[in-house]
């Protein structure tokens, strides 16, 4: 398991579109018929921010099954690490898309950055909290009324939540050393985690955790968003449709179905094991898919969410003020 990735992304809390979000009755794109002599397909850059994990699965389903091309697009999937700012790398236009959680596009935006959202993987932020199952509590607003250490990367935001929100005076905030070895060994020990990664990394070693979602507190930023630049999306606002809904289809695709795409990601990511794969693929599916994609389609955003996450981030004193959502998204199906 890349137990770092997940410390990497969660610590990137740092980001004029005049396309109205919450366009959920847009006319549908144009599907290519790339199986012609002469289709042209339109060349896009998408950078990830970690190795290929069941994350980014329906992308890479779109790459295998065909679903870029029959949109009319040839896509170049770059894979991250720890060292990638895929973010960075989309502000600069040195690609044309990535990969970044709500609170960092608003950050982003904060700091002068175009940047807007235009896919957002997961409706239900993966991040949590992970006890052994022998732990009483049975909420995060329990475990922190019960007092001890917690370990968590410095600065996380929903930490700032916690102490916003909670009494937290009985909790001890400890730094995370990225793994799951002290939880292996410490019946007592208390971690930060992502659903479909550490607690399955955890079980896999024959442990029994009990995990408790930050979104369950009320602070759920989108994550594993796809964004890019306002300018890029401007001048290819066609074309950026086209890849949301390839993505869309590619992610209902892997939802059914990830056994194909998770072998064609495991060549890739030879770490990563196919049970692990499977596992984690499982663990990610309620995070994906809820009531609003049920009603308007994987990937969709709405406006509420983005007004609440910003007036958040300005009362735990990470953003000196809020931005105006519909510059933040923009759903395109």
């Known amino acids: 398991m890349t137990l770092l990735k997940h410390c990497f992304v969660a610590a990137s809390l740092i980001g004029s579109l005049l396309l109205m979000g919450c366009d959920y009755n847009a006319e549908p794109p144009t599907v290519t018929d790339s199986a012609s002599p002469a289709a042209t397909l339109d060349k896009v850059s998408l950078q990830l921010n970690w190795f290929p994990e069941p994350e980014f699965g329906g992308i890479y389903e779109a790459e295998r099954a065909g679903i870029f091309k029959k949109y009319g697009l040839e896509v170049t999937i770059l894979q991250g690490g720890p060292n990638v700012p895929a ?3 989309v502000t600069s236009g040195r690609v044309d898309m990535g990969i970044a959680a709500a609170d ?16 957002a993987t997961y409706q239900t932020s993966p991040q ?14 329990e475990l922190l009324a019960a007092g001890g250490d917690i370990a968590v990367q410095p600065e996380i935001a929903y930490v700032k939540y916690f102490e916003k929100k909670y009494d937290v005076s009985k909790i001890r905030f400890i730094a995370y050393d990225g793994g799951v070895a002290q939880f292996l060994n410490n019946p007592a020990y208390v ?6 990664s550490e607690p399955v990394a955890a079980k896999q070693q ?3 955790p009990k995990v408790f979602l930050i979104a369950d507190t009320g602070f759920n930023p989108y994550t594993a968003v796809v964004v890019t630049r306002g300018e890029f999306l401007k001048k290819n606002h066609e074309i950026a449709a086209r890849f949301a809904a390839a993505l869309a289809e590619g992610w209902r695709a892997y939802l059914d179905n990830p056994a194909p795409a998770n072998e064609m990601m495991a060549k890739l ?13 499982e ?8 009531q609003e994609t049920a009603e308007h389609g994987l990937g969709s955003m709405s406006k509420e969410r983005w ?15 809020t931005v105006e959502p519909e510059k933040c998204f923009v759903n395109l199906k």
């Open 307 to 321: 007004i609440e996450l910003s007036k958040q981030l300005v009362e735990i004193g990470i953003a000196k003020h």
């Open 206 to 208: 024959g442990a029994k």
């Open 87 to 89: 973010v960075q790398l």
């Open 128 to 141: 949590g909290i992970m006890v052994h199952d022998s732990n009483p509590a049975g909420s995060i607003p």
């Open 283 to 290: 663990a990610q599916k309620p995070l994906i898919e809820n």
């Open 104 to 119: 960092e596009v608003i950050n982003f935006r904060l700091q002068g950055d175009d940047l807007v959202a235009i896919f």
């Open 191 to 196: 971690q930060q985690c992502f659903v479909f």
């Open 269 to 281: 990511n030879p770490n990563m094991d196919l049970k692990t794969f499977a596992q984690a693929a």
